[in-house]
């Protein structure tokens, strides 16, 4: 999760929805591959860095190509992803 204003960062995504529910003002959308969930609380991505990067599975990244994927995510969401809490990574 990092923090960003949903309303700025919904712009960004494809086929974005809101909803208004238990959890509050919420917004869902896509990044190439990945589901982007916008709240009050924060941003939650959810996507294979690879076939972000990539276009493919197949291929896997080193540290350099994950860096490079997360900072394609940042520059096409203009959201500083280097500064999230990461809960998982497989």
């Given at each position: 999760m990092v923090g960003g204003?949903?309303?700025t960062i919904a712009q960004y995504l494809n086929n974005a929805t809101e909803?208004?529910?238990?959890?509050?003002y919420t917004v869902t959308g896509k990044v190439g591959d990945?589901?982007?969930?916008?709240?009050?609380?924060g941003v939650s991505l959810k996507g294979s860095l690879p076939k972000y990067l990539c276009q493919s599975n197949i291929h896997t990244l080193n540290r350099a190509g994950a860096k490079d994927a997360i900072n394609k995510l940042s520059d096409t969401l203009?959201?500083?992803?280097?500064?999230?809490?990461?809960?998982r990574v497989d």
């Amino acid at each position: 999760m990092v923090g960003g204003d949903p309303l700025t960062i919904a712009q960004y995504l494809n086929n974005a929805t809101e909803h208004i529910g238990e959890k509050g003002y919420t917004v869902t959308g896509k990044v190439g591959d990945y589901s982007v969930l916008l709240m009050d609380a924060g941003v939650s991505l959810k996507g294979s860095l690879p076939k972000y990067l990539c276009q493919s599975n197949i291929h896997t990244l080193n540290r350099a190509g994950a860096k490079d994927a997360i900072n394609k995510l940042s520059d096409t969401l203009h959201l500083a992803i280097n500064g999230a809490k990461v809960t998982r990574v497989d």
